[in-house]
């Protein structure tokens, strides 16, 4: 492990639309990102682009595989399609690492967005934790529109809900979360929440398109 790597913010699948946004958001916050890909030169690239964005950015890119080795700190922003083929591969790896899931197992048929069941768990938080029985999995930063996320002058708003059955790993991601300008923590409790968290997405997906906007949640009267 590198020296700096409890500070460093590892973003696997970095290279797709949300795992970026948040790459982006992270780093124009102050935080070491290293963003994963399957495809070195791809997450190299994405790098240089926030790094151009950001000039002050501490931002490098690297295999997946490589990636989770950098730091304690894992956000998953893969499909949910190859999550459990990465994640047992790199299991030992991540014994006892925080691990952020972002995914939401989602596809979108005759222009309407539903959540698609998989196999062995209830949602894609709860699939993480079974395959990494040793990490601290929180659900986070399902509901925002990675639109959003990759356009810096836009500023953001709405609530993080957290779902995870460590309430340390939890504090630890609200505090990431607050260094996002715009956005709160929500701490939503159990991981089985994920589940929920995740259909509100699908809902969130249907009337971005509906209305053509970039919508995300807030809780009210907490």
């Known amino acids: 492990m590198t020296a700096g790597a409890q500070d460093?913010?590892?973003?696997?699948g970095g290279t797709g639309p949300l795992g970026r946004g948040l790459a982006l958001r992270f780093a124009a916050a102050g935080v070491a990102v290293v963003i994963g890909s399957r495809d070195r030169a791809r997450a190299e690239a994405a790098?240089?682009?926030?790094r151009a964005a950001v000039p002050a950015a501490r931002v490098e890119g690297a295999e997946n595989a490589d990636?989770?080795?950098?730091?304690?700190r894992i956000v998953l922003a893969m499909p949910a399609a190859?999550?459990?083929?990465?994640l047992a591969a790199v299991a030992p790896a991540l014994a006892g690492a925080l691990v952020i899931d972002?995914?939401?197992?989602?596809?979108?048929?005759?222009?309407?967005?539903?959540?698609?069941?998989?196999?062995g768990a209830a949602s894609a938080g709860e699939l993480v934790q079974a395959?990494?029985?040793a990490a601290r999995v929180v659900s986070a930063f399902k509901n925002l529109p990675a639109e959003r996320l990759a356009d810096l002058a836009e500023p953001l708003e709405g609530d993080v809900v957290l779902c995870g059955d460590?309430?340390?790993?939890?504090?630890?991601v609200a505090a990431l979360v607050a260094m996002l300008p715009g956005l709160r923590a929500v701490d939503a409790g159990r991981l089985a929440n994920a589940r929920y968290l995740e259909a509100i997405t699908a809902l969130l997906v249907n009337l971005n398109r509906r209305h053509k906007r970039r919508t995300s949640i807030a809780i009210l009267g907490l």
Do not use: K, W
């Open 8 to 12: 460093t913010l590892v973003i696997v």
């Open 47 to 50: 790098a240089a682009e926030i």
């Open 67 to 72: 990636a989770v080795r950098r730091s304690r």
């Open 82 to 86: 190859g999550l459990a083929e990465f």
């Open 102 to 119: 972002v995914t939401v197992p989602l596809r979108v048929r005759h222009g309407f967005a539903e959540i698609v069941p998989l196999d």
């Open 131 to 133: 395959c990494l029985p």
């Open 166 to 172: 460590d309430e340390a790993a939890r504090t630890e």
